[in-house]
């Protein structure tokens, strides 16, 4: 077998590993799982590295198995919280579990017939049935409240360092957890299951299950975990000004999703390069090198942004994507303009101020002076909408214009929008309605 661990190693993907981990994944295939936990209907790139992990996995030929936690969501994970988790409903539940199903079969082949094929499981399939008295006695039993409170998680909520303290069903949450273990071990011959590095103590409590509920005394059980990643700030990764950057391009579009990658910072992108792409090592200290030449270039975020962006929405919605970013970089016509879908439209030009003309004023026909002052106070007089048209700086849908114009439907952006443009950075949208 290759060398996962110091594959993940040289990646910044490792953080900690039981004694032995190692050794097993070198000695033999060897099934491992990874949780999700469904509190949205999607999955934000806060869960990418945990999908990679599953993809490196499989391609250094061992079993990867996708676990969505359609019971320990219906309790909550106190890992790296400090207050208590709303409680979701069976059906706002079964919507997410739903959804995270559909996100992580694009990265996975969960009908592939290999001997390795990835699996996907849902943990509310065998914690449905199992009643509370037949837990309590089973797994209960098994693990001392002295060890369950001896994870960081549950001594910080329960010193005040976190929040008001822990409710018993939070306290719960690495015992199911850990049964999860239990189950994939038997069922699936299942012997590492992995996470970030906030999930050490429910980790390590289902290694604890594994042997003591295991009649088996030799039953093996190993622990992998990747540090949680952040900003060079030491900002949390996953997240901008709009909130979280989602996997599914409905929630976060395309173009948005390229634009995050390609406006990393230089000292992340040296470290996002190895994270969240496939590329080998020689070919990013090429990169690296290459970048520190000439860091102008941003040939890293490029790079970057190109191989998450395919490795998540596919090449063709790449291509999409760049197109939309030359439209509004680079000197693109109005064709090309017409070509934006209205989300993507909206997304590039999103902050720039915008005003409302009626749909009928279009169809007659406004003279551009209206439109650059009376219709859109883009500009503040007639005056100054004449000087800026006697100046050439006019454009309308990235196309000069100059006076005697006249806007008409021919002009509409899918019906609904017209860009103006005064000089090379100074926009303003037009929504009709």
Not at 14 to 42: C, N, R, V, W
Not at 51 to 57: A, F, G, M, N, R
Not at 80 to 98: H, I, P, T, W, Y
Not at 281 to 303: C, D, F, M, T, W
Request: negative net charge; aromatic residues 10%.
């Amino acid at each position: 077998m290759k060398n996962l661990v110091e594959e993940l190693k040289w990646r910044g993907l490792y953080h900690d590993a039981m004694p032995g981990t190692e050794e097993q994944l070198l000695k033999e295939a060897t099934t491992a799982y990874i949780g999700f936990d469904p509190t949205a209907d999607s999955l934000h790139i806060g869960s990418m590295v945990q999908i990679i992990l599953l993809v490196h996995l499989k391609n250094f030929g061992h079993q990867p198995i996708a676990l969505v936690g359609g019971a320990t969501g219906m309790i909550g994970d106190p890992s790296g919280k400090s207050d208590e988790r709303n409680l979701l409903d069976e059906e706002q539940l079964s919507k997410n579990v739903a959804g995270i199903k559909r996100v992580l079969s694009r990265f996975l082949d969960f009908g592939s017939t290999d001997a390795n094929a990835p699996i996907m499981v849902n943990n509310y399939d065998w914690m449905k049935t199992f009643s509370f008295i037949d837990f309590a006695r089973e797994v209960g039993k098994r693990i001392t409240v002295n060890y369950m409170m001896a994870k960081d998680s549950v001594k910080k909520r329960l010193s005040g360092e976190a929040g008001d303290g822990m409710s018993f069903t939070e306290f719960t949450y690495q015992l199911i957890q850990g049964y999860d273990f239990y189950h994939l071990h038997k069922h699936h011959n299942c012997l590492l299951q992995m996470g970030g590095s906030d999930q050490w103590g429910n980790i390590t409590t289902g290694t604890e299950l594994v042997r003591r509920l295991n009649p088996n005394t030799e039953a093996k059980a190993f622990a992998l975990t990747t540090p949680l990643i952040t900003k060079s700030d030491g900002s949390k990764f996953g997240k901008s000004e709009g909130g979280n950057i989602w996997l599914d391009a409905d929630k976060t579009s395309v173009y948005k999703f390229y634009q995050f990658w390609l406006n990393t910072s230089d000292e992340d992108a040296e470290k996002y390069i190895k994270i969240f792409t496939f590329l080998d090592q020689s070919v990013i200290n090429v990169l690296i090198a290459q970048h520190k030449e000439a860091p102008h270039l941003r040939a890293l975020q490029k790079k970057l942004a190109e191989e998450v962006t395919t490795f998540v929405h596919g090449k063709e919605e790449l291509d999409r994507a760049i197109k939309a970013s030359n439209i509004l970089f680079g000197n693109s016509t109005s064709d090309e303009l017409k070509t934006l879908d209205s989300l993507t439209f909206l997304e590039i030009f999103d902050g720039v101020p915008q005003a409302e003309v009626a749909l009928e004023d279009v169809q007659k026909g406004i003279d551009i002076v209206d439109v650059l002052n009376e219709k859109s106070g883009f500009l503040k007089s007639n005056g100054e909408a004449r000087r800026a048209l006697a100046e050439n700086s006019i454009s309308v849908n990235k196309e000069k214009v100059a006076e005697g114009f006249m806007l008409g439907e021919k002009d509409l952006i899918n019906h609904q929008f017209v860009l103006l443009q005064r000089g090379k950075k100074n926009y303003f949208v037009l929504r009709v309605s």
